[in-house]
């Protein structure tokens, strides 16, 4: 498959917009929305891949990259023609920023993987961090939203891994840190990789992912001379991140660099830089290396990834720097809220099988009992799913309140759904209506048998006036026009019903009917009996 065959669809979407005279970071929910609730992966698990680091250090052209290999559809020959421009998120030569704030691709992808099921990848670009425009809360800003929300998260570096790029990551261990003496999960971070642009030494430790995990494991390594701080920040990465990798990059080649035009096409760089690229882009991207993003221990689909980045811009509303501590709270909000969402759903997917779509009727009274079942249930799967909470007691609490409101909402629902196949009480208005009419019609005929004329004229126009409200309601029912007339047939029917026509039925004929079954029943048994006795005889 040739890449100008390939349809790159879609666009950048700013999610996270700086304010140009205030510098505050805004979230615009309704870019999102219409990426994370569209109907295709709404309900779909994603993985998140996000770049991040120092400005100007090729994130966005690296991105781009990983788009064309997912637009290919994950082809083998995927970089196709090497004349081809390189497009998709905006970038450029030169030493001032392009990307600003956090962007995400407006198409995800959907990618099957071999047990069939299909996890949306969502790619996200960021703003360079530590500029000369940006503020140390910026940069911190940007950082954590992209580190809090990813489940890859490629740290793209220049040269070497430094120390400070280490110091970096040090706000993300000291809240992970927190995040497991408050959550059951093992790791409250998933895979971090480390991307060396430019490797210099590749005599020492060759390019490629064993070369970038040796390096790793080498910084890693902690030691009695390094700064207690440093030590900290080493035991914590590992701990914190499920999966800890490197990757070192050679040089893309002086064309990249000097040619003032350049747009990306491969043909202007190094042959060593691309056949890296073959071996990078899928190990990030194929099917069976995708990471789910998880909340707690959980994964999270798309819908609930929309409140994560709501809440996450609450943590930073303020002017200062969150603490390690509100960090953990926020996670206990996400988890809480993740977890409300599964509850809703175990009740959601059972009542369905019980009452929904073209099940039949159940009686209120069953329906109801199971209701209260499945409300224990869906309590029990929310605590179960909702890690966080040791030290976030009142939010677990809070949520679980939001979730049985949630679950009295749906009741509701589905009770109106299944009163709505009641049969009986479908056509209780028309049999209430016809009912009294008759009645009407019986008595007219009584009372001008015994010449009581006057008696069976009032009954003639009760008659006539239920006559016209059965032919108004059917009017309605079958044109859909004058619905309040309806209503108020509907009201005056169910009046009759509930307050004369019912309590008569049961106070007179309901007990003379179970009674004459039970003589039926008696004598079918006694017929059978004595039939089989001549039989026998």
């Keep these: 498959m040739q890449v100008e065959d390939i349809m790159m669809d879609g666009h950048p979407v700013p999610v996270l917009i700086q304010n140009e005279d205030t510098g505050v970071f805004d979230l615009d929910e309704e870019a999102l929305q219409e990426v994370l609730l ?35 559809q994950q082809s083998d020959d995927w970089l196709g023609d090497f004349d081809q421009p390189l ?31 299909e996890i949306a990848v969502i790619l996200m670009d960021t703003q360079g961090t530590f500029d000369t425009q940006s503020s140390m809360k910026d ?75 040796q390096l790793l494991d080498d910084i890693l390594q902690v030691t009695e001379k390094q700064h207690p701080a440093h030590q900290e920040v080493r035991r914590d990465l590992r701990k914190c991140f499920r999966d800890l990798n490197c990757y070192l990059m050679p040089h893309p080649g002086f064309k990249v660099i000097q040619k003032a035009d350049f747009d990306g096409r ?83 997917e059972a009542m369905e099988e019980l009452v929904g779509g073209d099940r039949p009727f159940l009686k209120s009274v069953q329906m109801e009992a199971e209701h209260n079942k499945l409300k224990e249930k869906s309590i029990r799967t929310y605590l179960e799913k909702n890690k966080y909470g040791r030290k976030n007691q009142s939010v677990v609490e809070r949520y679980q309140g939001m979730l049985e ?33 008759m ?3 019986l008595m007219s005929g009584i009372f001008g048998l015994f010449g009581m004329y006057s008696f069976a004229n009032m009954c003639n126009l009760g008659m006539g006036a239920f006559l016209l409200m059965l032919t108004v309601w059917a009017y309605v029912r079958y044109s859909g026009e004058y619905r309040d007339a309806g ?12 307050n004369v026509i019912h309590p008569v039925y049961q106070t007179y004929m309901e007990k003379h009917l179970k009674v004459a079954a039970e003589q039926a029943a008696q004598q079918a048994i006694s017929s059978t009996l004595s039939n089989g006795k001549l039989k026998s005889s």
């Design 439 to 441: 009645f009407f019609y």
């Design 87 to 117: 497009k998709g998120f905006k970038w450029r030569q030169g030493s001032r920023r392009e990307t600003t704030g956090v962007l995400i691709w407006s198409e995800p992808f959907l990618i099957k993987r071999r047990s069939g099921e």
């Design 38 to 72: 569209n109907p295709k992966i709404a309900d779909k698990y994603v993985c998140v891949l996000a770049v991040a680091g120092a400005f100007r250090k090729g994130k966005s052209f690296l991105l781009d990259f990983l788009l064309r290999y997912m637009s290919s």
């Design 405 to 437: 409101e949630e679950i009295e909402k749906m009741y509701s629902k589905y009770s109106q759904q299944n009163e709505a196949k009641n049969v009986f009480k479908a056509a209780r208005t028309p049999a209430t209506l016809f009912s009294v009419l």
């Design 266 to 348: 491969l043909s202007d760089i190094e042959e060593q830089f691309v056949t890296h690229l073959k071996v990078l882009v899928p190990r990030l991207l194929s099917a069976e290396n995708l990471v789910k993003k998880e909340i707690g221990g959980q994964p999270v689909k798309a819908r609930d990834l929309l409140k994560f980045f709501t809440l996450f811009m609450e943590v930073f509303k303020d002017n200062d720097l969150p603490e390690p501590t509100t960090l953990v709270e926020f996670a206990a909000q996400a988890s809480s809220q993740a977890a409300l969402e599964a509850g809703k759903e175990h009740y959601s």
């Design 487 to 498: 209503v108020y047939i509907d009201e005056v029917a169910a009046f009759l019903w509930e």
């Design 139 to 213: 940069s911190t800003t940007v950082f954590a939203l992209t580190t809090m929300v990813s489940s890859v998260l490629v740290y793209n570096l220049m040269n070497n891994i430094q120390e400070d790029d280490l110091m970096n990551l040090q706000l993300f261990t000291s809240y992970g840190m927190l995040a497991q003496e408050d959550c059951d999960s093992a790791h409250p971070f998933q895979r971090l990789n480390f991307l060396v642009r430019d490797w210099g030494f590749p005599y020492e430790i060759p390019y490629g992912h064993q070369g970038g995990q």
